[in-house]
């Protein structure tokens, strides 16, 4: 009995090591953001544990700061990557990203605001769709 225990807890650690770190890599968007009036657009490469970051968002008649942010994290323990960023405003800020499915699910947390004016298009909870999935 004891050896099919430690057969089947080896086992279960070399299936956990096996499957490594979820993948995030891709491009994904909310196109009908904010009830249709702005686009949320991100792209999210992935190096084993190590994610990068870039998105932007703006509304789509073109009024406010349209802002670009970039920036680096990694994949927790817990299988959400977390990571921090800075915007063409000069705004700084974390984020974590977790998988739905295909999609993903956003939240942003302003850090240092030096334009208010992005900080209303940066939001808890934003499901973003895979942008050109087959």
Known sequence: MKNRSLILLVALAIVS?????????????????????????????????????????????GHGLLPV???NGKIT??????FTFKDSARNAGTGTITRAGDD???????????????VELYRQNMRLKKVGKK
């Not at 993948?23 to 991100?42: K, P």
């Not at 323990?77 to 977390?82: D, I, L, P, Q, V």
């Not at 993903?104 to 992005?118: F, M």
């Open 77 to 82: 323990s817990k299988g959400t990557a977390e």
């Open 69 to 71: 942010a970039d920036g």
């Open 17 to 61: 090591i096996a499957a490594g770190p979820p993948d995030f890599a891709g491009e994904y968007a909310d196109r009908n953001f904010l009830s249709g009036q702005a686009t949320f657009q991100m792209s999210l490469e992935q190096s084993g544990s190590v994610v990068t970051v870039w998105f932007s968002a703006g509304y789509n008649d």
């Open 104 to 118: 993903i699910i956003v939240s942003l947390k302003t850090t240092r605001v030096a334009d208010s004016r992005c």
